[in-house]
């Protein structure tokens, strides 16, 4: 059984349920709540779950931490003989999965608790962090914890005590991405969210510089959150899309015409364990990525490549906008082969690659043959179940 908790993250989920429809055959997704407010995500979640073969059955509860008691007994009803596995996915399911009879305990964390301090980091929020850290790190010790990165890992084992992980990157599907064949790139391209660790602040006054120096150069936001258009302070409106997409082929068809793609970070633990889901995509869009160059697993992927622009951390906005000129320079004069080393990078961040490995992984752990291919492709979704 899957137990998740938190908001419905499609790249990171496309790829647990992939390795466990290998590894298992379709199963039950248990979505604990925490949010019981937002109805529209509520439904593009249900949408999502039930198209994914790797789900036999979705089953909503409420997943607020006053229900703790009422939602251990709902997945106790769900899980009413002990299985020989049970997938914790998110930092918080942890404790609600080992409440449950299992041979095997994996646990997948996607991030940390401190993401909250980003945005509240007064003595309450602190303390919330730290108790649940220690909530963590309390009960049975999982047989296995997925993390995004090395950097996540060795934080989980120093916190926890875990004593076997598999730092599996934020994946892309290289398939959806792959640019189109006579690409016309001319826009610096930003996609993803407004959240405090997107640093859009520093990214809005580079643009500004760069939208400065290149008065040619057009911009593009991706987004469907409204903090990010930020990224259009100062800059002619002619020269900036403000725009969104509605599903992944959507962004990859923008992407087709991105010449950079930005990904910045400020240096601190939250971002320096992350591994974001648009490094991948720009990569297999063939597009290089501007990021921060710190301790993190994507500026290690990169500098190894040879791909992207790497800026330090506390780089002024002026001089990252001349180390983006140049890029832009080096793009307009050689941008295909540029674009295929990029290409070549994402190998790296497959997600068929990835899930293969995840889900022999997951098979040496539980011993569970790998389930036959063929019995796999002919299952055709879940069904829904509202608890």
Not at 27 to 32: D, E, I, K, S, Y
Not at 61 to 90: M, N, P, Q, Y
Not at 142 to 161: A, E, K, Y
Request: some cysteine; glycine content about 8%.
């Amino acid at each position: 059984m899957i137990v998740y908790r938190g908001v419905i993250e499609r790249s990171r989920l496309s790829l647990l349920l992939d390795a466990t429809l290998r590894t298992f055959g379709p199963q039950p997704f248990v979505w604990l709540r925490a949010e019981q407010k937002d109805r529209q995500h509520l439904g593009n979640g249900l949408k999502f779950l039930e198209s994914r073969p790797g789900v036999s059955s979705v089953h909503v509860v409420d997943g607020r931490i006053t229900r703790f008691r009422k939602a251990i007994s709902k997945l106790r009803e769900l899980h009413a003989h002990e299985d020989e596995w049970t997938f914790a996915i998110g930092f918080s399911a942890l404790p609600y999965a080992r409440r449950l009879k299992t041979r095997r305990l994996i646990w997948c964390v996607n991030g940390i608790p401190e993401e909250r301090l980003l945005y509240r980091n007064g003595l309450k929020p602190r303390v919330s962090v730290w108790l649940l850290w220690k909530l963590i790190g309390r009960g049975r010790v999982p047989d296995l914890t997925v993390t995004v990165s090395d950097q996540m890992s060795q934080l989980i084992c120093s916190r926890t005590g875990a004593h076997r992980t598999l730092a599996a990157p934020t994946c892309v599907d290289s398939v959806t991405f792959a640019p189109s064949p006579d690409t016309e790139r001319a826009y610096m391209t930003y996609l993803g969210s407004g959240a405090p660790w997107q640093n859009l602040g520093w990214l809005s006054a580079t643009w500004r510089e760069v939208h400065a120096m290149m008065p040619e150069v057009k911009f593009r936001v991706i987004s469907r959150d409204k903090r990010a258009s930020v990224l259009g302070t100062g800059i002619d409106p002619a020269a900036m899309d403000i725009t969104s997409a509605d599903s992944p082929e959507a962004v990859a068809a923008m992407l087709d015409e991105a010449l950079l793609g930005f990904v910045v970070r400020s240096e601190d633990i939250v971002n320096r364990v992350s591994f974001p889901t648009k490094i991948g995509e720009y990569l297999a869009a063939g597009v290089p990525p501007v990021t921060t160059d710190m301790a993190w697993a994507p500026a290690d992927l990169l500098r190894s490549e040879g791909v992207g622009v790497l800026l330090k951390a506390g780089t002024s906005p002026k001089e990252a906008a001349l180390s983006i000129k140049e890029a832009v320079s080096e793009m307009r004069s050689d941008g295909n082969t540029i674009s295929e080393r990029c290409i070549a990078a994402a190998k790296h961040l497959d997600r068929t690659r990835w899930s293969i490995q995840l889900s022999d992984v997951l098979s040496e752990i539980t011993g569970h043959p790998v389930v036959d291919g063929a019995k796999v492709a002919s299952f055709d979704g879940g069904r829904v179940v509202r608890r």
